[in-house]
């Protein structure tokens, strides 16, 4: 994936468009009118583009009701939608750059390559109008759909653009994460990290071991709001995807182009893995027997052990996670590993000792090494928080070549592993925490974390300025972060991702200005269209006024409460 790119372009309107593109002209002399869509037109996918042809009409035609149908030769050149690759444009811009050109004989969408022309056609679809964002027809004795005439050109700032989503914590059904990979496509979002394992459920079926999902799929209760919370739901939760619907959630989002990242979590956040395999676990320390499924958001003492059987059993794991998730990354974790029970074993003292290491650190270094060399010789690539940079020596041997880091914890991990010569995805949670708060009050529904408003994402910057030219290179963007400890339900989800989704967006597509001249009041101005397209899609964002009654849960506590820091 490049890193940054492209000049830094004048804002421009263009008709609502979210992310803003690189520029956007009038093809027609004094703003003529466009192209209008009606039952005549075809679409003519030229070689390459097959496959964003049959999501036009899926997507586009089921909205207006209109056939679409492909075009042939025979019936000439006039009244159609045209898809084709340009080399140029590749070469240019990038596999990912594209143009859209409507005048008042018809629209040409063109990219670098397919995904350049996927997403040229999402630009055509917001041209459209909101409507054109719905599921059937409102209206269906309306037969015209106008589009204006202009033309974008446009490519993004960075290759990783993403969303981190936690179906450990919560699990979200398939059909969740089908209309989350469609709200990525929608905002030229192209990867999709799912956060498939914690120590409150394990949510992919590993067909080697059974007692994964069986066991550790399931808890007893959940804790209603932050940690510190009295209070409970008493429902069991759980759940999980069987192999063939992570097949299929892979293939919607490969016809999306977007990749679909997935996260085993070690050796930290293990907790349901150990409730199911109790070996898994330090049992010369604490009688991993008893552990269950943790039920509360508190950082779980109870780590994986460094012997070679967790070391077999992970890269038989892996052995299926390869199957399913053709990706290049693969991201297992590497965060808040408490070292209490380490030091406290005789059997990681002695692999301590037998490793020549000088601590616990060392040991998780090692231990994070050892499967990213697994992965490397596989052809994948390691990405971890950024705890795996921690005991980074040369007795531990460090990060493995290629492996990647996710800089959670503010910038400085990710300044580090740029200049340490490692690739870096930028997600600190002081700016790109979805779980944390919108506004103050008491409003927000279980509030927690920072405060991050529309704007503060907006004017968030993924590149530090410390780093040099070379250094800035090995951002290969950034992801937000959706941690679903108080989000039970797509709703919940939807309430805290969006709007705030569609400014980060923004930040990862377009070039834009520095952050403290970017125009906010502009692409509040933008977001009112936008507003409509989420109203078509059924998301239940948070209105830019505050919550609806109903999005609020009173009673249910957050963190930070009467002026305390904030406890995440």
Known sequence: MPGPAGPHPAPTPAHGLIPAPRTSWATRPGGGAGYVLDEHTRIEARPGTERVARWLRATVGAATGLPLAPHHPAEGDGGQVVLRLDPDLERRLGAEGHRVVVDGRGAVIEGGSETGVFWGAQTFRQLLGPEVFRRAPVDPARRQWRLP????????????????????????????VFAYIDLLAAHKLNVLHLH?????GWRLEIRRYPKLTEVGGWRPRTKLGHRASPLWDPRPHGGHYTQDDIREIVAYAAERHITVVPEIDIPGHSGAAIAAYPELGNSDV?????????????????????????????????EEVLE?????????????????????????????????????DELQSWFIRHFGLWLRER??????????????????GGLAPGAAVASWRGYAGGIAAARAGHDVVMCPEQQVY????????DDEPAPIGYVRTLEDVYRFEPVPPQLGE??????????????????EDRRRVDYQTFPRLAAFAEVVWSALPQPSERDFTEFTGRMTEHYARLDALGVSYRPPSGPHPWQRRPGILGRPLDGAPPIV
């Open 434 to 441: 979805f779980d944390h708060r919108q506004a103050a009050g």
């Open 196 to 200: 498939l394992t914690d120590d409150q």
């Open 149 to 176: 005439a202009l033309g974008v050109e446009d490519a993004p700032r960075f290759g990783w653009r993403g969303l981190m989503l936690d179906v450990a914590r919560h699990f979200l059904p398939k059909d969740g």
């Open 286 to 318: 604490v009688d991993t027997s008893s552990l269950g499924v943790l039920t509360t958001w508190r950082t779980n003492p109870n780590v994986l052990s460094p012997t070679d059987h967790t070391l077999r059993f992970y890269e038989n794991v892996l």
């Open 379 to 396: 052809g994948r690539r390691l990405i971890g928080w950024d705890e795996i940079l921690e005991g980074g020596t040369a007795r531990s």
């Open 470 to 487: 070379d250094e800035r290179d090995r951002v290969l963007g950034a992801q937000a972060n959706v941690w679903t400890e108080v989000m």
């Open 324 to 360: 399913l998730f053709p990706g290049t990354f693969v991201h297992l974790g590497g965060d808040e590993c408490p070292k209490d029970q380490w030091k406290a074993s005789p059997a990681a003292q002695a692999r301590i000792r037998d490793l020549g290491l000088a601590d616990e």
